[in-house]
């Protein structure tokens, strides 16, 4: 029986990656920073067989203790603050979690695994915000990277401290460069969840109007749960490698909109949505679109959810939310 370590397990891609590796048969630890993580009822009711660490990215020794606690093949980065926006805010707080912290893991993965470098198979979640202002369309593995937010930089960071590591001590480390990627799941402050809840809520006449920024921005949007999977193939592989994961396609914000609108039988949806100087970056990131060719070649990975079907997923989990009163 494999094991594994997932940092951010109570995450959006924690949940789906948990899922699919104990449906392979792992043994599955979760690292969680502190005992009052809200989060922790709902993973131990959804995924109860998932085994509990506490930890956390900006203490080595904590990675040290969760790594002898769990013995781990393969360890999952995953950990970070994630969301965007909320990194112009706390730069300094997200260079710390989301750009050391992936140094913190390495440097705990290369102490435990001794003499034996690629004892445990290590994946960082890089992401497409470190393209930014993009050098290239479509974006490929090679594209010059020029982030745009202190999120971005902080990925940058854990990027190249990925393929340092590999270089330096050869490490089985592999970065993922995911493009956006949703599912039900999602934090309702991304734009996508905070889109289909607004929708079901307008939809059940809870609610009338939707505060948006940047409505043309475009974005290489997936879902999740095919995501998980290309990182699993990524430390399955003979040999590390970084690898872009997306679905090669690209999609509005107002794209979104109709779909998710028009699913719930509202098909002027102008007049519910209005944007908000507040939700505008300080610095936008227009059009992101990947060219996943190398992870479909090399893992033999591909999406298998379309951009309609996952709109209406997250419009359907969430009108069964407001109908169910739990949203």
Request: no cysteine; hydrophobic share 40%; charged share 25%.
């Amino acid at each position: 029986m494999k094991r594994a370590l997932i940092t951010g397990v109570t995450g959006q891609d924690g949940y789906y990656l948990s899922k699919l590796l104990l449906s392979k048969g792992y043994e599955v630890y979760g690292l969680v920073r502190g005992q009052n993580n809200p989060k922790i009822d709902f993973l131990r009711r959804e995924l109860p067989d998932v085994k509990i660490l506490t930890g956390d990215l900006l203490d080595v020794s904590s990675l040290l203790r969760a790594l002898e606690a769990s013995k781990p093949d393969e360890f999952y980065n995953l950990g970070a603050i994630s969301f965007v926006a909320y990194s112009w805010e706390n730069a300094m707080l997200t260079s710390d979690v989301t750009g050391k912290g992936v140094l913190n893991a390495l440097e705990a993965v290369r102490l435990y695994s001794g003499d034996d470098a690629k004892k445990v198979r290590f994946y960082q979640a890089s992401s497409s915000e470190m393209f930014g202002k993009v050098q290239q369309v479509p974006q490929r593995e090679e594209t010059l990277l020029w982030p745009r937010s202190p999120y971005g930089v902080a990925k940058v960071f854990g990027h190249y401290m990925t393929i340092n590591y590999r270089e330096s001590y050869g490490m089985h480390a592999s970065s993922g460069i995911l493009f956006n990627h949703e599912s039900p799941m999602r934090g309702p402050e991304f734009v996508t969840r905070k889109i289909s809840l607004a929708v079901a809520k307008i939809a059940a006449g809870k609610q009338d109007q939707i505060a948006l920024g940047n409505l043309d921005a475009k974005r290489d949007w997936g879902f999740a749960g095919d995501y998980v999977d290309a990182m699993w193939r990524m430390l399955q592989a003979d040999e590390a490698d970084d690898y872009v994961v997306s679905t090669n396609e690209t999609h509005s914000v107002r794209e979104y909109l109709d779909i998710a609108f028009r699913h719930v039988g509202i098909e002027e949806w102008e007049k519910h949505v209005y944007q908000d100087p507040a939700f505008f970056r300080p610095a936008e990131v227009d059009l992101l679109i990947g060219d996943s060719t190398k992870a479909r070649e090399g893992l033999g990975w591909k999406p298998e959810v379309d951009f309609p079907t996952l709109v209406k997923m997250m419009v359907d989990a969430d009108v069964a939310r407001v109908a169910a009163g739990e949203a």
